[in-house]
């Protein structure tokens, strides 16, 4: 069926007349009544009485009429919705953030473009960023802040900002009076880290490998307090971003920064099959 030849009928209802409906749409007579006698041949009923003077709707015009405005002011607000995504006036966005993230830029950037489109409804949830990139690749989210593998082709990456992470410790711990620390110090070190549903769990073990000795692990985590709290009883050393060590109580922890191979993050706008991603990388 032709919304267009409903959008006809309910015209030719309106002004009770063939020709002053094809006037206020802008098409030939003929067209009007060529739509009309589909829609009869369609659903085997006779629309209109017609007569010299005027036209009027039968019984079973009437009925499916009051169906036919239904039907196309339902089709105009789809279009209007549909028209309103496109071009980012309403709608909603689900957003995934990991429970350890410094996403002072992020937030910055969620409330200007909160102001900007007061329409759209920001939903936001909380995973590791594991299943925060699985449910990206899946459609169930729209943004997300995760690492991306290291060859990883699906996201198109703009960067925006910079983060390393530093090694926080108590204040009175060995490794506390040096400003830069080599990885191989941390040999005997007891580790605090993010637990494997991120890849910079991952990542940090990668790097201590890399200076020769295999990471002894007290904790694997994803609270961010419980990490800071271990750290401050002085039960073991933890990396985290920088913007975080620099928030924290110096009477509590200080920190300090590795040699390379560290650990720099880079925050960045990304698209995946289509979706809009928050991506991270090292």
Not at 101 to 126: D, G, K, P, Q, W
Not at 165 to 178: F, G, V
Not at 179 to 189: A, I, P, Q, R, S
């Amino acid at each position: 069926m032709d919304i267009r030849n409903l959008e006809y009928f309910i015209e030719v209802a309106r002004h009770k007349s063939f020709s002053k409906a094809a006037e206020v749409i802008h098409i030939s007579q003929p067209g009007i009544s060529k739509a009309i006698k589909e829609l009869e041949a369609q659903w085997g009923v006779v629309l209109f009485y017609r007569n010299a003077k005027n036209i009027e709707l039968t019984d079973s015009g009437e009925v499916i009429l009051k169906q036919a405005q239904q039907i196309v002011s339902a089709f105009h607000n789809i279009t209007v919705q549909l028209d309103g995504l496109t071009k980012m006036q309403v709608g909603k966005i689900h957003i995934g953030l990991p429970p350890i993230t410094a996403v002072t830029s992020f937030s910055r950037m969620l409330s200007a473009f909160r102001n900007e489109y007061l329409n759209i409804h920001v939903h936001l949830y909380e995973f590791g960023p594991k299943k925060i990139e699985a449910a990206i690749q899946d459609g169930l989210l729209d943004i997300g802040i995760f690492t991306p593998a290291e060859q990883d082709e699906h996201y198109e990456k703009i960067w925006f900002e910079r983060d390393p992470h530093d090694i926080i410790m108590h204040p009175k711990h060995w490794l506390a009076q040096y400003d830069v620390l080599d990885y191989e110090k941390l040999t005997n070190e007891q580790f605090i880290i993010y637990n494997n549903e991120y890849r910079l769990h991952d990542l940090i073990i990668s790097r201590c490998q890399q200076a020769g000795f295999t990471p002894k692990i007290m904790l694997e985590t994803s609270q961010r307090d419980l990490i800071t709290q271990m750290v401050a009883d002085d039960l073991g050393i933890a990396l985290l971003p920088r913007k975080i060590c620099k928030s924290l109580d110096a009477r509590m922890l200080t920190f300090t920064t590795p040699c390379r191979p560290t650990i720099i993050f880079k925050f960045g706008f990304g698209i995946e099959k289509g979706a809009i991603s928050f991506s991270r990388s090292s």
